[in-house]
Nanobody, 122 residues
Framework: QVQLVESGGGLVQAGASLRLSCAAS????????MGWFRQTPGKEREFAAA????????LYGDSVKGRFTINRDKAKNTMYLQMNSLKPEDTAVYYC???????????????WGQGTQVTVSS
């Protein structure tokens, strides 16, 4: 099992930037992909971005494409989500996930962090 700890959330104004971090421990070779999802109350957890750990290939959800960038530091076993040009609709709890499939689908991820709140004021 992989343990994931997110950090970096907070309250910012629209147009600002934030960088989220996800530190992974216990990661095994079966963990092919890490990703970020987000969720607001009453809504489904939405895919934001994913990165294939070995190659660095990336996927983005339509709502964040062009504004968010996902990357990873292999030496630190840490993944990042750089969020620029934030909008109030980006307000959500952001979850880090690890899984065996390079996919935007929740079912491809086996392990989840506890989440970090991002709030964007208008």
């Amino acid at each position: 099992q992989v343990q994931l700890v997110e950090s970096g959330g907070g309250l910012v104004q629209a147009g600002a930037s934030l960088r989220l971090s996800c530190a992974a421990s216990g990661r095994s070779f079966s963990t092919d992909t890490m990703g970020w999802f987000r969720q607001t109350p009453g809504k489904e957890r939405e895919f934001a971005a994913a990165i294939k750990w070995s190659s660095g290939s990336t996927l983005y959800g339509d709502s964040v494409k062009g504004r968010f960038t996902i990357n990873r530091d292999k030496a630190k076993n840490t993944m990042y989500l750089q969020m620029n040009s934030l909008k109030p609709e980006d307000t959500a709890v952001y979850y880090c996930a690890a899984g065996r499939q390079y996919t935007p689908l929740r079912g491809g991820y086996d392990d989840w962090g506890q989440g970090t709140q991002v709030t964007v004021s208008s």
